[in-house]
């Protein structure tokens, strides 16, 4: 049994409220969505079924698993697995159908990937590849834990911030190893046994992988047990394969069988095709707030329709009742443009979300003064935030009623001590 509930962190009324749901699967007293999904039976042959008949099948079974989830979350055991195919192997013949005419996201490139011979924004045909896997223990306590995030990071990304904090990996989309499903399931069935407690899809940017990581959860939901091969080869993306970790299958299984709750790491510009399969499988929700609704989204990463892809994301989550925490990075010079519309359409639209207002801002990437990527265009952003900036942030944060100090403030020494709000 995983420990993650006996931490503090839980003593915030917001964060518990705001996360009940993923804690329960964490700690394997629930089944995590995707062994939902695969419980219920559709009569189509996906493979055989327009992508439109697919579209509307979809439509069909959600109401159906929302309303089976909601018996679940209430304390009801977990149905059989279906025989045949079931809503799981739906959302993956689906993410698979996008792929080939592309519209994972509002670039919507159209492009046939899995012929690969032409490339969208993400440049990207159907290969994915890993370029780390570990225990992370640098995301938020209630997803750290004790043992840490079980973190797969994926190569290339769709949108173009000039900052970016994973300048190698979003922008090399060579990075890594190429990984097919079967081996990322593997690398998500070891973290969980090695105590995770969670499956953290990150990147660069996730959703342009969309049909990889579908396919390795539905794996996950069908008897998945790794090969020998399989495990080798997902060792060479593991960063911590030195430290040595005891695997525990009882820690990764509900009724026996493999359980975990899955975390969605995305900047959220997606489409709303993406939103409606990801709605079935992700337990938990980390969605990125950066920019106001001016023209910040272009000049510092050349992304179009940002806001209003991002807010529309974030309201549907919302309204969906999803488990989810938000992260907005505090930029230099961009506290009034950004900061304070991003902060304020939270207060006015999802006022009970926790919100990590972060610091950890650096000169990265193309602003990084002292890199040959530098560009004087980029001049204003080339320094870490002042202290100034941070605390005009996190006291708008709290005149907005925000519920921000747990997630923002877990690692200082005063965390959960009346100190924590003289800001
Ligand atoms: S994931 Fe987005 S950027 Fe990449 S090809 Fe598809 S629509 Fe284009």
């Known amino acids: 049994m995983s420990d993650l509930g006996t931490l503090r962190v839980w003593d915030d009324p917001a964060i518990w409220a705001a996360l009940m749901w993923y804690l ?89 990937r899995v012929k690969g011979t032409k490339f969208g924004a993400c440049k990207l045909a159907s290969a994915s590849r890993v370029s780390s896997h570990f225990h992370h223990t640098g995301e938020e306590l209630f997803y750290r834990g004790t043992e840490g995030s079980g973190t ?12 970016c904090q994973n300048g190698d990996i979003s922008t090399d989309k060579d990075n890594g190893e190429e990984t097919d499903p079967r081996t990322l399931a593997a690398m998500a069935w070891t973290l969980r046994r090695e105590g995770c407690h ?58 026996g069988r493999f359980n975990a709750p899955m975390l969605w790491n995305s900047n959220f510009f997606m489409t709303l095709e993406s939103m409606k399969i990801l709605r079935i499988l992700a337990d938990v929700w980390l969605p990125d707030f950066k920019f106001g609704p001016g023209r910040c989204a272009m000049a510092l990463a050349k992304t179009p329709w940002y806001w209003e892809t991002v807010t529309r994301n974030l309201a549907l989550l919302d309204e969906w009742g999803e488990d989810f925490s ?73 005149d907005l009623g925000l519920n921000f100090e747990t997630a923002s403030f877990d690692r200082r020494k005063d965390f959960g001590t009346p100190a924590i709000l003289e800001i």
């Open 198 to 255: 969670n499956i953290n899809w990150v990147g660069g940017e996730v959703v342009i992988h969309l049909h990889a990581i579908v396919d390795a959860i539905c794996l996950l939901g069908r008897h998945f047990e790794p090969t020998q091969v399989e495990l080798v080869r997902a060792l060479k993306t593991k960063a911590d394969r030195f430290y040595s970790y005891d695997e525990d299958p009882g820690s990764a299984e509900y009724d």
């Open 24 to 112: 329960d699967v964490a700690e394997n007293r629930r089944p995590a969505k995707f062994r939902i999904a695969a419980t219920l039976a559709t009569e189509l042959d996906p493979r055989e079924s327009s992508e439109e008949v697919l579209w509307a099948e979809l439509d069909r079974l959600t109401p159906i698993f929302l309303s089976r989830w909601g018996t679940i979350r209430a304390g009801a055991p977990l149905p059989r697995p279906a025989e045949g195919p079931s809503l799981l192997e739906l959302c993956r013949e689906l993410a698979y159908r996008m792929l080939a005419h592309c519209n994972f996201c509002p670039w919507d490139c159209r492009v046939d």
């Open 326 to 398: 938000i992260r907005h990075l505090v930029m230099p010079n961009h506290v009034e443009c950004c900061t304070y519309p991003v902060l304020e359409w939270i207060a006015d639209h999802i006022p009970k979300a926790p919100v990590n207002v972060m610091a950890q801002f650096h000169p990265d990437n193309f602003c990084d003064p002292a890199s040959v990527k530098y560009r004087d265009k980029y001049e204003e952003i080339a320094r870490r935030p002042t202290h100034r900036e941070l605390d005009a942030s996190w006291r708008r944060a709290r």
């Open 152 to 163: 797969i990071f994926f190569t290339s990304c769709n949108m173009r911030c000039a900052f």
